[in-house]
């Protein structure tokens, strides 16, 4: 967890150090639990990030750019009625644990200056952004009842309480003897120890402070040498808030897997990457994995609509499939009733059975009979037989190519929703679902259309030689790049799955084959086929036709170059996204 106490200590003295005395120009909520303060210092712009999320309550600095909604949520709009025009004086962290301050001050409508303290609680799903002055709160980011907590709640008007104190020690009170007196009859593994006896650790931060303690991160304190290890423990926290560098640890894939806010050396040292702040390594880490986990939050409930739309349709098919098998036994029934006709004068009335040389094949044919009836009206019995099956296949082969279709598109769409990073990449695939009658249009979906004029993208990665490369995201996305694509582009697709049409955008020059290979990574990495050896179809895209009538986002294509790639994850990482 990167943004423990001990990173959040780092985190505020590198926030005090670049904002102390910064003005607040402007404040936004680009997501429910997240403020961007927009501030000015000593003739630089920064743009400080304070999320609330459950998951991923942070403090930091950030060059990401956000996209705000159409309109404001109440929270931001009291925050820019308060803040804006404001000074920010300090950054402080609270006893060392996962609480942050800024210290502010503000005029109000009749410029008179008040002192404000908005506090951060970076406590899991816990975690609130609280505006407070005069000791009361102006309002919180995320309100608590007292239905939903009797010791602390979060109301407008309500008296600030603190976080309640817990009985730990604060890292920077921390002294040898105070340790000795609290780890003095604690056994088991040190690790646990510390984690219970300081605030503000991370299970990761009390290994690595046991590595260095007892030389293993799962170590024991020997009781013998416990006064020598407190002296040691006691000195490095207080040299702590002068270690540096920040470093960004990567994963065995090449992926930022965590933050420590120096050198952790219970982790192999070419795992981890040093840092020019901790802002950045914070940035680094969250870029992407925020942003994935707030879109499955908002797609959740249109996945959990397509896989059952799906999983009706699967079954769909397979009935429909068993129709037509039944239904290719139409040709026998025809048969019998020929047989009949030919030999009526063979049959003998109120017989079961008869069997009949079959001249077609010249072997015998045993034809069931109704003793009830002529032999001349079960030939004809037979003939009806046949008809209804005939007609039974025709509407089965016109199903089943319509469920086809359904699956097609349902399946498309589901992996849109993988690749989509926006509410309007949302929209495109509600759209294109509502356009093929397969969900209903809810009131919320018309306020949404109403609410946001706004076109969703694809996404723009440049390939080593700076040539565009476009990826859409859904069916919509997919269909307008490709159809707006020149014709001596380079149109790629992975074969024969769902996955995004990729543009490679030759501007009249011949792509190189490194910039192939990035387009033929992309279409395998932004396809169902993710994480296997994929086939991509790659075209000219004159040669790539939309036929009249098909689904959004379907198309034809000839002349096409067939490769197949395998793509991880840090490769797609190296190649830069355009903004």
Request: aromatic fraction near 6%.
């Amino acid at each position: 967890m990167p943004m423990d106490g001990l990173t959040l200590g780092f985190a505020a003295r590198e926030l005090d150090a670049a904002l102390a005395g910064a003005r607040i120009e402007r404040v936004s909520q680009p997501e429910k639990d997240m403020l961007l303060l927009l501030l000015r210092n000593n003739g630089k712009n920064y743009k400080l990030l304070l999320s609330a999320s459950p998951s991923f309550a942070r403090a930091h600095l950030t060059e990401k750019n956000y996209v705000n909604p159409v309109s404001a949520p109440m929270f931001c709009m009291l925050m820019r009625k308060h803040l804006t025009g404001g000074r920010l004086n300090a950054v402080r962290q609270l006893n060392g644990d996962r609480v942050l301050l800024l210290e502010i001050e503000s005029q109000d409508e009749l410029g008179v200056m008040h002192p404000y303290q908005f506090y951060l609680e970076a406590m899991g799903r816990h975690s609130n952004l609280t505006l407070v002055r005069d000791g009361r709160i102006v309002d919180a980011i995320r309100h608590v009842t007292d239905d939903m907590s009797r010791v602390r709640q979060a109301l407008p008007g309500l008296p600030f309480v603190p976080p309640p104190a817990q009985d730990k020690i604060s890292p920077q009170d921390a002294d040898a003897l105070t340790l000795l007196n609290r780890f003095t009859g604690c056994a088991g593994r040190f690790d646990k120890v510390l984690s219970g006896a300081l605030s503000g650790l991370s299970a990761v931060a009390a290994r690595e402070l046991c590595f260095r303690m007892t030389g293993s991160d799962q170590g024991e304190a020997d009781p013998a040498h416990l006064p020598e290890i407190c002296g040691r423990l006691s000195e490095f926290l207080r040299r702590i808030p002068g270690m540096s560098p920040p470093m960004l640890l990567r994963g065995e894939d090449g992926l930022p897997a965590d933050v420590f806010p120096f050198l952790y050396i219970s982790y192999p040292p070419d795992m981890q990457q040093p840092m020019p702040s901790l802002s950045q390594a914070l940035d680094a880490f969250y870029d992407g994995r925020d942003r994935r986990d707030r879109m499955q939050q908002r797609s959740a409930g249109l996945r959990r609509l397509l896989r059952t739309h799906l999983e009706r349709s699967e079954k769909k098919l397979a009935l429909q499939q068993e129709e037509l098998l039944n239904a290719a036994k139409s040709e026998e029934y025809r048969v019998m009733g020929e047989l009949l006709n030919a030999h009526l004068y063979e049959v003998p009335r109120g017989a079961e059975t008869v069997t009949l040389e079959n001249y077609y094949d010249g072997r015998p044919l045993r034809i069931p009979l109704d003793v009830r009836i002529s032999p001349v009206q079960n030939a004809q019995r037979y003939f009806k037989r046949y008809q209804k099956a005939r007609a039974a296949a025709r509407l089965a082969a016109e199903q089943k190519e319509k469920t086809l279709r359904e699956i097609g598109i349902l399946e498309e769409a589901l992996c849109g929703l993988d690749s989509s990073e926006t509410e309007e990449d949302l929209s495109d695939i509600r759209r294109v679902l509502r356009e093929e009658g397969l969900v209903k249009p809810t009131a919320g979906d018309r306020k949404k259309q109403q609410k946001s004029q706004r076109q969703s993208s694809p996404m723009r990665f440049s390939a080593p030689d700076g040539t565009p490369i476009s990826v859409g995201k859904n069916a919509l996305q997919n269909e307008r790049l490709t159809l707006s694509a020149r014709g001596d582009d380079l149109w790629l697709h992975a074969s024969d799955m769902p996955g995004s049409h990729v543009i490679i955008h030759a501007e009249g020059r011949e792509i190189s084959d490194e910039t192939l290979l990035c387009g033929l990574r992309l279409a395998a990495w932004y396809s169902r086929g993710r994480g296997c050896a994929v086939p991509v179809d790659a075209a000219l895209r004159r040669y790539v036709k939309k036929p009249s009538g098909t689904p959004t986002g379907f198309v034809t294509f000839s002349r096409q170059k067939n490769y197949v790639i395998t793509v991880t994850e840090a490769e797609i990482q190296q190649i830069p996204a355009l903004k």
